[in-house]
């Protein structure tokens, strides 16, 4: 079981940066899907989750109508994206994807079963 994340980098404020997380070793269908972050010095916190089916989604606040969480189209590719616009010097932080066997995402990053390796973003000018 491999969670590959990758789509992070430098940005400047008002930009966008798409991450991906790609997932190997076991079926994709079996997992609900989160990205979480954890900027220096905090506190791990909930970005987004998608469920396994019926595509019901949460952003957390202070990223609603800025990112979009979302499952590969094609199925076979076994991929999550966080498509994120209009980033902001707070949104840096390193971007974890996490999957959870079951229909619906969790808050609770300790429901999750595996994680990507995270991927660092940063925003400044």
């Known amino acids: 079981v491999q969670l590959q994340a990758s789509g992070g980098g430098l940005v400047q404020p008002g930009g966008s940066l798409r991450l991906s997380c790609t997932a190997s070793g076991f079926s994709f269908d079996d997992y609900a899907f989160a990205w979480f972050r954890q900027a220096l010095g905090k506190e791990r916190e909930f970005v987004a989750g998608?469920?396994?089916?019926?595509?019901?989604?949460?952003?957390t606040n202070s990223v609603k109508g800025r990112f979009t969480i979302s499952i590969s189209s094609d199925r076979a590719k076994n991929t999550v994206y966080l498509q994120m616009n209009d980033l902001k010097p707070e949104d840096t932080a390193t971007y974890y994807c996490?999957?959870?066997?079951?229909?619906?995402?969790?808050?609770?990053?300790?429901?999750?079963?595996?994680w990507g390796q995270g991927t660092l973003v940063t925003v400044s000018s």
């Open positions: 996490a999957f959870k066997d079951g229909l619906r995402y969790s808050f609770n990053g300790n429901d999750y079963d595996y």
């Open positions: 998608i469920s396994r089916i019926g595509g019901d989604t949460y952003l």
